[in-house]
């Protein structure tokens, strides 16, 4: 499990080192390991290798221009392009002393030809509204040139705690300090940050924002059946979806049940009939459930409350998704229950608009969930669970080759045999989600969810040897 923290959290961090800060140790700190991350990416002889620096007004120029003296020391070629009237002034001083060369916007852009890397310190935690002007041009033609980018901090242009991806920079490496910030870990802008390297400066960071899990969370907490597992140790998930307008949901619900693992399904809803055809192994009588899923592809249904009334009565983790969601009442909710609204689904349940969720995913997630007492897991590009404690957690991500329909159902599919198989319910959450992601990764391309959701059966003993896709 990794964190991600704000800015504002760095930034009393940063500040409660006090003399560190000061006197600028912990800038010193920041440019020896970018310093480190460059000449590893050089290879085996710096020395007459070309580095280009952008440095921007702030301190993230400042690190840039640190890291130059140390690049310069050991016969790397560095120039600097000063993207601002005024720079770092101690770390300008430095540089020229080293030996450093200035060239302006013009022989930046003709000096890409030839640098073999260019390091990106224009703007990073106090960047806001994205890059622009000759910087936008300069980013634009490092893409251009292929010429490999190292960011400082961040990809100039991407603001911290924002997963929107502005105009900026596209890092092939991204060198950030204390700690992961949300830019780098959620889609898009994390699409343009390349590999994450973070690095500890001796900052203090408490609780942080975000957790987010990777595939060896997923190993971890997968209910792995043992030598004396019968179907009743693995779960048992009961299965009310679909209808007669939308019998594909009743299909796509019960086989991610299936191949995330059950021990047995029990479709008890409208459409057996397509749900046996495809799907022999399943059960339709009634019988002992460990855990309910309710809601997808019902459609407008009469008696969605009385049912979803009925399965919360009952005290079973039960995951409550699309339809279902509206249908919630009066219901007494707790942790065992997990809810699974897209955007516009938990627009719709806190009263907002679905721009407002979009703009601050986590945050609304949380919200809901400690509204509701329940546990949930948000959809989409990238995909957090929120837990009523106010912890949120993003799953591991994958490709948009998910972003589908059916893609939703085959996921309530898979987080409901979590739950049956006794997952608490954000694991549940974090175990579907992820999986699907993992999938999507070593299986990628356009392939329907009724395809994807059996490389999920693939992915999972993958999960234990080496050679996946993480
Ligand atoms: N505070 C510190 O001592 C440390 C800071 N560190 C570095 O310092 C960075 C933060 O430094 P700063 O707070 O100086 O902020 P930045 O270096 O991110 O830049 C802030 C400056 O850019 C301007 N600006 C903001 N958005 C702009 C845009 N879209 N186009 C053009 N100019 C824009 C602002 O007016 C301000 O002058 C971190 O990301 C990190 O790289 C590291 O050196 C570690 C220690
Ligand atoms: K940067």
Redesign the pocket.
Known sequence: MDSVFTVAE??RA??ATGD??AS?E??????SALASVVLDELGDRPRGRRVLLAV?????????L?AGVRLLRRGVRVDAWR??DAV?EEGWAAFVAAGGREVDAMSALEALVDADLVVD?????????????A?AVFAQACADTQTPVIA???P??LE?DSCVA?PSFAADVTV???GRKACQVLQPAASRCGRVVVVD?GLDLGEPELWTWSAADVAAHYPWPGPDSDKYARGVVGVDTGSATYPGAAVLATMGAVYGGAGMVRYLGAARDAVVAALPNVVTAAGRVQAWLVGSGWGSRPDASAIVAWCLGEGLPTVVDADALFALGDATLGGHVLLTPHAGELARLLSVERSAVEADPAGHARRAASETGAVVLLKGASQYVAEPSGRVTLAVGGPAWTAQAGSGDTLAGLCAAMLAAGRPAGEAALLGASLQAIAARNFPGPRPPQDLVRHVADVIPMLRSPGLDR
């Open positions: 760095i930034r940063e500040e560190l800060l600028g912990l800038m010193q700190r920041a440019a921007g007004s702030g301190n993230n120029g400042g690190d840039a640190w993207t601002a770092h310190g224009v703007l990073g935690i106090g960047g806001r509204g994205g890059l622009r002007g910087a400082v901090d961040l100039s242009g911290g502005l950030t300090f204390g400066i």
